[in-house]
């Protein structure tokens, strides 16, 4: 049986054109959306969806070309653009009757929801981002021998063919991996969840390649567009990262402060899935951003 929110409420809605996105909704009260990231589904927020419900209606999507939801082929450059995916969430809220709304992501949902605070400041009240950069901003601190770990930002860059070819290949160790090696405690993912992400990551290859190509390609004009422009994130900001930045050799908080005007900036020990290891240490966060 696949993995499911208890008590939550699965739904098809609508997302930017002809893009039908798995949508779990559940509790009442003033509207949050929590964007997954990879290699998860939105089932990484079962934990925080559960507590938000409490008060607040928590709508929990699967990306588009993720999980269950639809997967376009990637015919334009722009199908996977955090632009369109942005447009996804803004859609989808509007179809369940809400023009506002708190937006929080993880991983390649907060650059999904980096993009919608930047594009729809007039819908996003609150932004919560959890342990990614602004794209523009990743591809600058990578380099020598410390970007070996996004090796795989690299290997999905690459033209369409080889990437999808070789990872369709060994799609459970290739997904495995990561979350093998960015877990900090391997029973924060039970098997059946763990089963679950690996499922529907190998029957979603060529839009997951093309949501990270994407990345290397229109994502990075727009960041540099917005830049140059002098664009910034006008609501309040949380960002919760491990510390990379020391390991690597840059100021997180300094590059988040450069697009956020009202910043709140964090590292935790908990790993990179902190919303599924460290869940109570992520809702603390989120509900004190929603108070801001």
Known sequence: MTPTIPDFEYRRVPGDGDVALNVAVGGSGRPVVLLHGFPQTH???RH????????HTVIVPDLRGYGSSDKPGADEDATYAKRTMAADVVALAAHLGHERFALAGHDRGALVAFRAGLDHPDRVTHLAILDVLPTLDMWDVLHG?????????YLMA???????RLIAGAPDEFFGYFLDQWGADPAAIPADVRAEYLRACAAAVPSIVADYRASAGIDVE????DKAAGRRLAMPVTVVQQDWGAALGYDAAGLWKAWADDLRHSTTTAGHFMAEQDPAAVV???????RR
Do not use: K, T
């Open 158 to 164: 690459q033209p369409p063919g080889l990437p999808e």
């Open 284 to 290: 603390a966060e989120l509900r004190a951003l929603l």
């Open 43 to 45: 089932l990484m927020w």
């Open 222 to 225: 727009h960041d540099a567009a």
């Open 48 to 55: 925080i969806a559960a507590d938000l419900a409490a008060d």
């Open 145 to 153: 021998a410390s970007a070996a770990v996004a090796f795989h930002l």
